[in-house]
């Protein structure tokens, strides 16, 4: 049983791996077009530091953005803006400390931007984790489920006002999930979401992925419900060459090198979807949508569950301690 519930995800997961590297064999990452100017509108990106997220803030704040890095390390997070700044990049870039896997610092973060008066156009959920071996969060939380899922949940609910307030009919404001093909291999457990019978970092990965899923279809459905103008979508970068590897088995890691040099896709490659995703005229007021590769694609059949997406839409505003406010969103529609 123990072997079982740790083999067939890892199977599953590589399965998906290498399905993608298979496709990125064949076909190139999709040229960014030419995207319109965003002067005069905030975004947040979550782990903007470094790898997608950096390549991601990065682009936004050339088209002008004001632009907060949210993450966990101020040094690197530092060094970004001064980057930034050197390239003479048009937007502001600023550096806000973040925790994702403490509930209390995503909080804070919130409460911080509140209180600054900013409004909020782009929210890029990015920030994310892959392959830790089992550890809980400071809040009695599976890592996993926390920093990938979790607090971007809560970090999105916090900030839910200001980007309704924010967007406009014509000029939404715009919710990014970062998503990936693993999330095919995903099951949500919601008997077990901290994976405690039988922990599996894979398992726990791909859950975490497909929850972010769940999570986009749920809150755009409940946001148009209420006729605000919101959109939220999911995004799948593909296989990139970052940081988010380093935790493989060393077999493992000593084959993705050589073939990371010829088929992963590179950070700027893999943050174009959600450079995309954020401000191109074409999504302009379009959610709902599971983005690869610059194509609306079907995401996985239980992504689509609409009893399961609620089901743990409940669970995680009673995990995170805040009230189901989608019941306030469909009583003003």
């Given amino acids: ?3 079982f519930s740790v083999l067939l995800p890892l199977l599953r997961l590589y399965l998906c791996g290498i399905k993608v590297l298979i496709y990125q064999m064949f076909n190139r990452s999709f040229t960014l077009p030419v995207l319109p100017r965003q002067n005069g509108r905030v975004a947040v990106v979550t782990g903007g530091t470094r790898g997608m997220g950096y390549e991601t803030a990065r682009h ?3 088209l002008g953005m004001h632009v907060v890095i949210a993450g966990n390390e101020r040094e690197e997070g530092a060094a970004a803006v001064r980057t930034f700044q050197e390239e003479g990049v048009e937007g502001k870039v600023e550096f806000v400390f973040l925790d ?3 509930l209390k610092s995503v909080r804070q973060f919130a409460q ?3 209180d600054r008066g900013l409004p909020l156009h782009v929210l890029v959920n990015n920030a994310g984790t892959m392959m830790v071996p089992e550890r809980q969060t400071e809040d009695g939380f599976e890592f996993h489920f926390t920093l990938n899922y979790l607090g971007h949940f809560l970090l999105t609910n916090l900030l839910l006002d200001t980007l309704k307030r924010s967007g406009r ?3 939404c404001s715009r919710i990014i999930n970062m998503s990936s093909a693993t999330h095919f291999a995903g099951v949500v457990d919601m008997e077990d979401l901290n994976k405690r019978i039988c922990y599996s970092s894979h398992a726990a990965y791909s859950q975490s992925k497909l929850a972010l ?3 986009t279809y749920y809150l755009q459905e409940q946001l148009a419900a ?6 939220v979508n999911a995004v799948d970068p593909g296989m990139v060459d970052t940081a988010l590897y380093d935790n493989l088995w060393s077999l493992a890691q ?4 050589p073939v990371a040099k010829t088929l992963f896709r590179t950070p700027a490659e893999g943050a174009s979807i959600s450079i995309y995703a954020a401000a191109s005229s074409e999504l302009e007021g379009v959610g709902a949508c599971y983005l690869y590769n610059s194509h609306r694609i079907q995401s996985s059949d239980s992504s689509y569950d609409s009893e399961l997406q609620a089901e743990l839409w409940k669970k995680s505003c009673e995990l995170v301690g805040i009230r189901d406010s989608c019941t306030s969103y469909q009583s003003t529609a």
Avoid: Y
């Fill in 213 to 215: 899923v769940l999570f």
């Fill in 60 to 62: 936004l704040a050339s």
């Fill in 112 to 114: 911080a931007f509140a």
């Fill in 169 to 171: 009919p014509g000029r």
């Fill in 226 to 231: 209420g006729g605000f103008p919101v959109t």
């Fill in 254 to 257: 000593a084959m993705k090198k």
């Fill in 1 to 3: 049983m123990w072997l």
């Fill in 100 to 102: 994702l896997t403490s």
